[in-house]
């Protein structure tokens, strides 16, 4: 058991982490409302019907707002486990849909930085990586999928974006220092 100062129990001492893990469960719900937002907009603005990406984004919603109410006082183990699977699979998956959906001009790269972050943060370093290299697989294998249909874009961007995702957390900070 590691140290406690006198008078604090353990359950007081992990009220902040269980309070940046309730914070990371309401800020995913609050970028599912977002993306269902910006979604509905767009569609009312363009009135050209996505059912495939607000489904996506209506079942993204319905998953969050589950999650958050199920998951409980406790968060997962730091340890990377299945327990994570639930919220990092999640997020992944739906950002990867959103990204092989994309029709407009809306970029989802930087949702991956969600669950990179909750991985890093409330994770250990072995998460925080597996994440990230998730992260960068999935894009990578848009970048190559999309090439390899021909479709009528730019992908060395797309390549660059899986790149710039694949920065595994605190290297910036190791660079700039």
């Given at each position: 058991?590691?140290?406690?100062?006198?008078?604090?129990?353990?359950?007081?001492?992990?009220?902040?982490?269980?309070?940046?893990?309730?914070?990371?469960?309401?800020?995913?719900?609050?970028?599912?409302?977002?993306?269902?937002?910006?979604?509905?907009?767009?569609?009312?603005?363009?009135?050209?019907?996505?059912?495939?990406?607000?489904?996506?984004?209506?079942?993204?919603?319905?998953?969050?707002?589950?999650?958050?109410?199920?998951?409980?006082?406790?968060?997962?183990?730091?340890?990377?486990?299945?327990?994570?699977?639930?919220?990092?699979?999640?997020?992944?998956?739906?950002?990867?849909?959103?990204?092989?959906?994309?029709?407009?001009?809306?970029?989802?790269?930087?949702?991956?930085?969600?669950?990179?972050?909750?991985?890093?943060?409330?994770?250990?370093?072995?998460?925080?990586?597996?994440?990230?290299?998730?992260?960068?697989?999935?894009?990578?294998?848009?970048?190559?999928?999309l090439g390899y249909q021909g479709a009528d874009i730019?992908?060395?961007?797309?390549?660059?974006?899986?790149?710039?995702?694949?920065?595994?957390?605190?290297?910036?900070?190791?660079?700039?220092?």
């Amino acid at each position: 058991m590691p140290f406690l100062p006198p008078g604090l129990s353990p359950s007081a001492a992990d009220a902040p982490f269980v309070r940046m893990w309730r914070g990371f469960l309401t800020g995913r719900v609050m970028v599912a409302l977002a993306l269902l937002f910006l979604q509905g907009l767009g569609q009312f603005i363009n009135l050209a019907a996505e059912p495939a990406t607000l489904a996506v984004c209506v079942a993204y919603l319905a998953v969050t707002l589950a999650e958050r109410a199920l998951a409980g006082r406790a968060p997962p183990p730091p340890a990377a486990g299945p327990r994570w699977l639930a919220f990092i699979g999640v997020d992944l998956a739906a950002v990867c849909a959103l990204q092989l959906l994309q029709a407009g001009s809306m970029n989802y790269t930087p949702l991956f930085g969600l669950p990179i972050l909750m991985a890093a943060v409330l994770g250990t370093l072995t998460l925080a990586l597996g994440t990230t290299a998730a992260a960068t697989l999935l894009l990578l294998a848009l970048a190559w999928w999309l090439g390899y249909q021909g479709a009528d874009i730019d992908t060395a961007q797309r390549y660059l974006q899986a790149a710039l995702t694949g920065i595994p957390p605190g290297v910036p900070a190791i660079v700039l220092s």
